[in-house]
């Protein structure tokens, strides 16, 4: 018989007092997975060595359910965080990490989150350096909800800014669209297809440090369209720069299954979350150039070049659908996938 | 009559969308409160220059209720993280702010929060430069929990370090304990005292940054007693470094009031949970010039020195007693104190 980890089978209010019992849950589980110098100083925070400018991210995770086809809500805590850092133009190098718990949840489960964290953390090359652990009674919380901060170095050659976008730059989306949302949406609401619909999590870090050895500043910005989709991303920095935004419906890279289901759904793909999918807005001379070395990139092999930025319909995304309309793109009103992230 | 702020009484799970009513609540209420250059990049993620050994430290707070005598959950947000930062001997700069908000929040709450917030981390002289906003549905939260992760640059002269504590250090508090545990226990069971027993929440940072100018390595911890009380704080000193600590029980600070609410409650002062006092553990040659120095900050008013590193007893925390008897003061077991901070 499998000897048990851990003397307890769900998490106790105890476990969240400061006192005994979180020092326990933190050595068997938290520092024995993480097992680091920076986490075995056991202080109230970290130190670390970092020169010059640092990118910072932060994000909670409060996605339901917290496991789901193609991942769960410690490798979307670790992958969202590194990929927003990454965002900036920077290299993530270190992760704080706090989870809030909803007493009752099982030892198991928390123990299965926090081994993928560390599994992710590792495939992203980041290091957990500090973190905390609160428990809030069964009922005014849902299971887990968990918070990364996020640091690195900017790169040297990074110049990611929304201000430094000009008319012609070209807009690329590195990957099928929709794939997360509709993988938590299908489960929720128990679709079947012919195989089920994986969530997209996935680190784009060395994908996006590649670019920027490559392109340098003729990268304009990254962006990664999480909450409100690919059509909230595009609007929003349409808005924020006052640039006009042209992109073609038939371009937009989207599997057939996830159509199907957001079809089914009534959903519509550009405002369904992603979280493995980059927009690079770049420079038209090396537009070709970025989507062939991303689709050299397991991470990347869907690019495609869907729009540029034009001088026309300033501050709004317009859409050139397959039949020659064009429509305007407008943000995501309101909410309907609740707590996808 | 006074101008709304708002379009909205509540905040509902559109304003966790990321679409337009997450960005108008953003636009609103954040931006507009905390109004920085970092944040105005409206990037997911910030950049900030920091150079050379940097602590960073993490805290989710989940206390209820959110409003209490003598602070609220955002003000507790901000000096938390930022005294934790100090604990490690550096000088906090930056925060990130993360909110998890449960579906329902009056938007007047929320809002008086986040110019707590701003308040707060303006008195602590940081800046916050990053954040996020996530909604969950009514029943899965408990009105708000707040996570912050902090930053800052070590002090050049600080070595903070248990390993380095050594026979003889004397152990110092800096004011009356476990005020901050009182006031929200008092309130959750509503008992009047002649005056209201108000939380101790307030930043140490400067005072810390005072002393590490004047004593620099000569001390050897910071530590502050929050969750589990100065009981556990010291235990998990002893422990993790295997040194014995002897207190004396009449030297530890403690208001009237306090102690008899504490009494009424049935609670042991030395497990519960303070908001701005810290232990500091000091070369002894230094300690009674330290105490003076607290002394003369109204952060540190009733400093004390309550005792010292002893050869015997090694991992323990032994008190001295009133009537001369000594009893070991072992660490929190379970909870009796749920969501204090």
Redesign the interface.
């Known amino acids: 018989m499998e000897k048990k980890r851990f003397r307890f089978d769900k998490i106790?209010?105890?476990h969240?007092?400061?006192?005994?019992?979180?020092?326990e849950l933190l050595d068997e589980l938290i520092f024995k997975t993480f097992n680091n110098p920076y986490l075995d100083?056991?202080?109230?925070?970290?130190?670390?060595?970092?020169?010059?400018?640092?990118?910072?991210?932060?994000?909670?995770?409060?996605v339901?359910p917290i496991f789901f086809k193609g991942g769960n809500i410690g490798e979307l805590a670790v992958n969202g965080t590194v990929n927003?850092?990454a965002?900036?133009g920077?290299i993530p190098k270190?992760l704080?990490?706090?989870?809030?718990v909803e007493e009752g949840l099982k030892a198991d489960a928390f123990s299965e989150i926090v081994e993928t964290i560390k599994a992710t953390a590792d495939r992203c090359g980041v290091v957990v350096?500090?973190?905390?652990t609160?428990?809030?009674?069964r009922?005014?919380?849902?299971k887990i909800?968990i918070?990364t901060?996020?640091?690195g170095a900017?790169h040297p050659e990074a110049e990611?800014?929304?201000k430094r976008i000009t008319i012609g730059d070209k807009i690329i989306v590195s990957g099928n669209i929709a794939q997360h949302g509709m993988a938590i949406m299908s489960q929720r609401e128990g679709l079947k297809f012919e195989s089920d619909i994986e969530s997209d999590t996935t680190n784009l870090n060395f994908l996006i440090e590649d670019l920027l050895n490559s392109f340098g500043a003729k990268i304009k910005l990254f962006?990664?369209p999480?909450?409100?989709?690919l059509a909230?991303t595009l609007s929003?920095i349409a808005t924020?720069t006052n640039i006009g935004i042209l992109i073609e419906e038939d371009k937009i890279p989207l599997e057939r299954q996830v159509a199907a289901a957001c079809e089914i759904l009534g959903l519509d793909p550009m405002?369904v979350?992603n979280e493995g999918v980059f927009v690079a807005i770049v420079d038209s001379e090396i537009a070709s150039n970025v989507v062939a070395m991303m689709k050299q990139d397991s991470k990347g092999l869907n690019a495609v070049c869907i729009g540029e930025i034009t001088n026309d319909h300033k501050g709004k995304v317009v859409m050139q659908s397959a039949i020659g309309g064009k429509r305007i793109v407008?943000?995501?009103?309101?909410?309907?996938?609740?707590?996808i992230c």
């Open positions: 106790n209010l105890g969240g007092s400061g006192g005994i019992m979180t020092r100083q056991k202080h109230d925070g970290s130190i670390v060595n970092i020169e010059g400018k640092i990118a910072i991210s932060t994000d909670s995770f409060v339901s927003d850092v965002m900036c920077a270190y704080s990490l706090a989870f809030i350096i500090t973190g905390d609160k428990v809030v009674e009922g005014k919380g849902d909800f918070n901060t996020g640091f900017v990611i800014s929304a962006r990664d999480t909450r409100g989709g909230s929003e924020d405002y979350a407008t943000p995501l009103i309101g909410e309907h996938l609740p707590r």
